[in-house]
């Protein structure tokens, strides 16, 4: 039976995260751990994207799946995203897709992900980013902040974090912890719908 482990209201839209599929309807696709966006209207798992963007309210709910990697809804003034960001999501700046800057975002929240403090990398990952503001050194181990190399794509905006740990947080699935292939199901839907 699927759970509600999560939960938060913007303006007129709505953001679950369920540990398992839930039973109502919902748009996904087939994620990929890239950077494209694909319009909710258009979504189906043969559509291979990391996002899904509506112009215009819906009462269609859209769905990404996470395990670590950042939930990112994005509401603007002409409609709200929801994004899949592991680190190749972020490098290929996601953020900056040019349908997801069409709807002129006023606010970003990331959902429940991992947190720095428990995304060890290699030395060889540095290659992937160029600032290395993203990286801290513990124990001379290093680490990366996916929240914070999102944040450097839109400085002009204050994110909001729910700053729940998906890799300490045993409510939450995550990859890194136990290598599970089971997922969360991060919602965004209008409010009211359904």
Request: positive net charge.
């Amino acid at each position: 039976m699927p759970k509600l482990i999560f939960e938060k209201d913007f303006d007129q839209y709505q953001f679950q995260v369920w540990d398992t599929k839930p039973a109502f309807e919902i748009c996904e696709v087939d994620q990929v751990h890239g950077h494209s966006v694909c319009d909710i209207h258009e979504a189906s798992l043969n559509i291979k994207s990391d996002g899904l963007f509506a112009n215009r309210k819906t009462d269609l709910t859209m769905a990404i799946r996470t395990a670590d990697c950042v939930p990112i809804v994005v509401v603007g003034k002409k409609g709200a995203a929801l994004l899949h960001a592991g680190w190749a999501g972020v490098k290929n700046q996601i953020l900056l897709n040019p349908l997801v800057q069409k709807l002129e975002i006023t606010k970003v929240f990331l959902g429940p992900h991992i947190s720095v403090e428990n995304y060890e990398v290699q030395d060889n990952f540095l290659q992937h980013f160029r600032d290395q503001s993203f990286f801290e050194i513990r124990n001379e181990k290093r680490y990366f902040n996916l929240a914070l190399a999102l944040q450097k794509q839109m400085p002009q905006l204050k994110f909001e974090s729910s700053g729940i740990c998906t890799f300490k947080n045993p409510h939450f699935h995550s990859f890194r912890r136990d290598k599970t292939t089971k997922r969360n199901y991060n919602i965004l839907k209008i409010k009211g719908s359904l």
